[in-house]
């Protein structure tokens, strides 16, 4: 386990006043796989334009990010270490889990016991992650750093597979000390997982609630989450099929003027389709090559965007003690 106050990135544990600007929610490497075969934008699997996109984030002013793709989920670890050496960047990995839609009927997610699941989760994060699709015994001496959950409709409870998978994360948590990057599909209560985290003894501060501002646009909603404790991490910026910056602005000001800076966090969930490496209109620097400027313009100031990037990030993602 880490020393409690430190960040685990892919090249070792670091201060957190070490990691700079981060953004908390990222998926820059996505090998081809039951995601894909879902949605075509799951797919960044190219090195060459997933390393020229962190370079322009970095160029831009960007220090580190969590790659939100769990071992097993797609997630490219030999890529992630390899970029993280070549750009300089602090890449944090995840383990866990994401919607159980996105594995094979064969994954380990569905035939593995909670206590499997919790010691491959808990090994990533304390021994190393293991290559590819995880069904190998490969392991890199290089480790995860946060723990992904993902609640579909129909919550935590939906089936016996999200239950187990629930109790794996808790335990997961408690014997590590990492933070929960939950996804949040529309429908899904927040609370109850708040709930359920805190009943097991995990504070509502190693929550990083995630996508609420597309899954459940509602200020009260979110002054109510952030009141309890959690963060809640916006990451439909720029994303206008869902809300409009305006709208994403206007939720983040809600925020401020009832005083939860301390709870927000930023991000751009990319996919092919949000990473101008891969031919989209918008990258990987559009919060701050753009986004700021619209913050800036409708009196939200750069010293609490970078609060919010730096501070913010920095403690929420810090392995604490549960």
């Not at 970029?83 to 009927?105: C, E, M, N, P, Q």
Request: net charge negative; hydrophobic share 45%; aromatic share 8%.
């Amino acid at each position: 386990m880490a020393m409690e106050g430190m960040v685990r990135t892919v090249l070792g544990d670091i201060a957190p006043a070490d990691l700079g600007w981060c953004q908390c929610h990222e998926h820059v490497f996505l090998e081809k796989g039951r995601s894909f075969e879902l949605h075509k934008a799951l797919l960044m699997d190219d090195y060459e334009k997933s390393q020229a996109e962190l370079f322009l984030y970095k160029n831009a002013g960007g220090s580190a990010l969590v790659d939100a793709q769990p071992g097993g989920g797609g997630r490219m670890a030999e890529r992630m270490v390899r970029a993280a050496k070549a750009t300089g960047l602090h890449l944090i990995a995840s383990a866990g889990f994401h919607k159980t839609v996105f594995y094979y009927d064969d994954s380990f997610l569905f035939r593995e016991s909670e206590e499997q699941l919790a010691d491959r989760f808990i090994r990533e994060i304390e021994e190393g992650m293991l290559s590819s699709q995880m069904d190998g015994e490969r392991r890199l001496p290089e480790k995860a750093g946060i723990l992904k959950v993902a609640v579909d409709e129909g919550g935590l409870h939906r089936d016996a597979t999200y239950e187990k998978l629930f109790h794996a994360a808790a335990a997961t948590v408690k014997a590590t000390g990492v933070s929960i990057l939950a996804h949040f599909e529309k429908n899904s209560d927040a609370f109850e997982v708040l709930r359920f985290f805190e009943d097991a003894g995990i504070p509502a501060n190693r929550l990083l609630a995630c996508h609420l501002d597309r899954t459940r646009h509602d200020l009260g909603y979110h002054r109510e989450l952030a009141a309890a404790g959690a963060y809640l991490e916006y990451d439909t910026i720029n994303r206008l099929k869902y809300v409009s910056n305006e709208q994403e602005i206007a939720l983040i000001q809600g925020m401020l003027e009832a005083g939860y800076q301390d709870q927000l966090l930023f991000s751009l969930d990319t996919t092919n389709e949000r990473l101008a490496s891969y031919g989209a209109p918008m990258g990987l620097d559009f919060i701050l090559k753009h986004f700021s400027g619209m913050l800036e313009q409708a009196g939200v100031g750069k010293e609490i965007l970078r609060h919010v990037m730096v501070e913010n990030a920095a403690r929420a993602i810090a392995i604490q003690a549960v």
